[in-house]
Nanobody
Framework: QVQLVESGGGLVQAGGSLSLSCAAS????????IAWFRQPPGKEREFVAR????????SYADSVKGRFTISRDNAKNTAYLRMNSLKPEDTAVYYC??????????????????WGQGTQVTVSS
């Protein structure tokens, strides 16, 4: 059974930094894309960043480009999201996700089959 577990959320002041982790289990981690999405209060879930199975390709939403960095350690079955220069509008529940099929690099939320439980990130002004 595939499981994704996020950790690392919390409360931070604007301009600060946080790092999120996504620990995966249940299948061969190194063959699946991992993405981060977020859901701000009262809004729909939105794409944040994606990293390919080998880690050689990344993609970011324009709103986080230059501030967030996605990475992965396939030996540890873990993906990360480093968030710098945080803004109040980054406040959301952050989810990691993975598609059902290996060797795909989707971005659309509907293309992701497995999701973590989410971790709250709150940025105060």
């Amino acid at each position: 059974q595939v499981q994704l577990v996020e950790s690392g959320g919390g409360l931070v002041q604007a301009g600060g930094s946080l790092s999120l982790s996504c620990a995966a289990s249940g299948r061969t981690f190194s063959t699946y894309t991992i993405a981060w999405f977020r859901q701000p209060p009262g809004k729909e879930r939105e794409f944040v960043a994606r990293i390919s199975w080998g880690g050689d390709s990344t993609s970011y939403a324009d709103s986080v480009k230059g501030r967030f960095t996605i990475s992965r350690d396939n030996a540890k079955n873990t993906a990360y999201l480093r968030m710098n220069s945080l803004k109040p509008e980054d406040t959301a529940v952050y989810y990691c996700a993975s598609p059902e099929v290996a060797y795909l690099t989707p971005i659309n939320v509907r293309q992701f089959r497995y999701w973590g439980q989410g971790t709250q990130v709150t940025v105060s002004s």
